[in-house]
């Protein structure tokens, strides 16, 4: 006997950790007191990669003393055939079972330098339960069908592990595995029917077919699994059921559990039935899990035309199924109830059924497949890696998500092949996070590498839960996409119409223009292309979404548009695939509104808003003021930076555009948002200007201010207004007053004029005609002018006009000096004299008669018609005029503030406020409503027609509901506000 101290140190290096170790090298000829015997250093270096190197010498030398006489063949294969090396040491340095095996059977090692051809596992164990011709029965044909199953999985486990060990072993793919795996059960299956015929009285008068399910019907079998059948008998059933049972019996002791719960009834069914019988309990009684379970159903052993004809008489049912009641919800249930039952103590190392497990990838797969495989013949394989490629492939899902599904499903089956080949025994469970030895083999076994850092543990560990959390993700991304729901309640026969056929359903859902449409979807959908087949995916959902707006054909014309424009966004369809809640706003936005379309092809990153009801609320409009005029300061020229406020107000204004018509903003909030995004557009532009004239001039000899006016003053501007402003200016240190105004002049028309440029935009007009003189006076005044103007020759309009001044850009300290300045002008001590009083009541009258537009109706126009926009804010601005001097809280530049400020003052009623806000709110929104609908400024309503019906929507009514009740309500709310502003405006 060698020391046992020393050597034992020496043979470290080699990965043994045994105490025995040396003791063992040294009965096998490979090692001395002074270390490797000459030849053995490479077989030793080879027993370093097994994964448990103590384990494989171990098995080894316990083969040696099992078959002395042919330990020098193996020995000699082992020092100098690389391919039988790697493989017999990766399967005795993984699997006990194994390594019992071969200590049983010495010479089954041999197998491993020619192993027999997967298309020959059929015939080899025909010949095991066979001797002289003869079949075997009984516990003699188990024994024989055992040794021989057993020697397969030797071979297939040694073409799966062999690689760890030599690189001259060329490592099996897991679908070679799997299918290699899949086969033998096939050839096992088969063998056992063969048995049972020869032991079964009377078995020619029965003809059987047995259908495998689950991973065997997929291809996918473990090393260690039930293999779940169904069989389907012809002639006299009882002796089909005898055969049946025999077979089962006879696999079941010799190479796997068969399992047949999964037929109709499960185990309180009959055994074997017939096709009639089959069809009848698939077509009346069948529940959705056993059709999802039949998505793998193939003929595997038995009668080849019996399994034939069954698979063809299931496959229309499969593919079918999606269009039961309640499919999608049903599955996704199933699932659910799938992960209540493991127990939590285990829950987070469960591989096959926990969170993030196998199942989580199973179950989307088949639950896409079933969706959409009714029509896409590509999808209908019982393969799950084959079906995922095909989903990533046909555009169902993401490539990127296919990928990392698959490379993830394929880990975590690894990982359950190490762990089941350790015993030949059936588990999913991942080790014990303190379970080190268990953990250190695992990854040694699966191939993990260390790193400087971490240890092969921690890399494996790190790898097990990154691909748990990846599958958990995609699961839920995949699984519970509400896009799916509504694919599967659209039905088979509606996505694959005919012409004629397609125009009567196109018609009966309510498109005006069928033959329009029809073009519409040709277009989208012709070629073979990925983009192609996803719009193929997408517009049946998108027309029966679209049939529920008011404009269906106007909104499928948009949505091609959109497609059209955005053929090149590599995002667009995917977020649309992935996101029903976006599909299903997007429908009703291009079903609805005009503006959106435009806007969305020149902004189409708000599309990923549209399925998240907070960010289209969208942050306070102080901070994307603030993120607007930052983004323009950091651009190097004028053109540059007003470009960039120009993108991102056409930005915001269609997020805003998209949350008005959802429903998710009031109209306080859209004005709030609308205006402030035309502010901060107008200082971007004015720093601008005001840096480019500088650069120009080579100084700055004024200081400019801008001044709102109107809804712009007002923060309550609509999607269609201009922005009325005053210039006013004020020299500085060293320069006159011709060069101050010549400046603020310079920078006040670049403002207009790169603001005002013709754009496809909604317009950014920057009207100053409510300075002095209008038209006819300067633009740009001097702050002492202004003041000078207003205190000789203002007028009572020009104080009415200037109620809703505020300072908006420019030098702050000018413009707060300009609004303290005008507050005596605007708000006149002792209110107004009987002449000024008469002279607002005079200019009314006159808009009122002169300025409503030829033809429109009085009771329909929202700017100028009868308790419309200028009725509510003509009355408010007189209480302005007449009682802001004593009454500090009218001092207000909004109108809805102002209304309450006279109610709770006394100047008007309560009951004629709530009047005149509910229809000064209405109109507004009305107004919005109708430009959104038209895709232009408009300020008369529709009173017919589809444009009537959208704009009704946005109130809320549905497109089967009488629009004729929004007109009603409008009409009935503006006529009792008119009443109010007659009493208010004109009574003394």
Known sequence: MVDSVRPAASTARFGFTSDHAADELCAAGWWTDAGPVAGAESLLAAFAHAPDPDLALRTIDRIREADRDGWPDLDTALRTDPVVRGKLLGVVGSSTALGDYLVGSPSQWRRLAAPTPAADYAATLQAAVRVDGDV?????????????YRGLVLEIGAADLGHLVETQVEAATFAHTTHALTAAADAALQAGLTVAEHETRGSADATLAVIAMGKCGGRELNYVSDVDVVFVGDGDLQIGTRLATAMMRVVGKACFEVDAALRPEGKAGALVRTLDGHEAYYKKWARTWEFQALLKARPAAGDTDLGRRYAELVAPMVWSAAERDNFVADVQHMRRRVEKHIPSEIADRELKLGRGGLRDVEFAVQLLQLVHGRIDHQLRSASTLDALAALGTGGYVARTDAEEMAESYEFLRVLEHRLQLRALRRTHLYPEPDDTTALRWLARAAGIRSSRARSRSEELDTAFRKHVRRVRRLHEKLFYRPLLDSVARVPSAALRLTAKQAQQRLTALGFASPEGALQHIRALTNGVSRRAAIQQTLLPVLLDLLADTPEPDGGLLAYRRVSEALADTPWYLRVLRDEAAVVENLATLLGTSRLVPDLLVRAPEVLHMLGDAERLRGRPPAETATSLRAAARRQPGLDAAVATARSLRRHEMLRVACADVLGLLDVPAVCDALSSVWVAVLQSALEAATRYQQAQVGSVPARLAVIGMGRLGGSELGYGSDADVLFVCERTSGATDEQALKFATAVAETVRKVLGAPTQDPALEVDANLRPEGRSGPLVRT???????????????????????????????????????IDPFRYPEGGLDAAKLREVRRIKARVDTERLPRGADPSMHTKLGRGGLADVEWTVQLAQLRHAHEVPELRTTSTPAALETMAETGLAAREDVDALREAWSLATRARNAAMLVRGKAVDQLPTSGRELTAVASVFGYGVDEDAGEFLDTYRKTTRQAHAVVERLFYDE
């Open 136 to 148: 075997l029965t009984g516990g003699e044909a188990e024994q024989a069908l055992r040794r021989a």
């Open 783 to 821: 702050f002492e002018s202004y003041r000078t103007y207003y205190e000789r020759w203002g007028e009572v309009w020009e104080a009415q006009a200037l109620l809703r001044a505020r300072f908006l850009a420019g030098d702050t300290d000018l413009g707060d000096r300009f609004i303290v300045a």
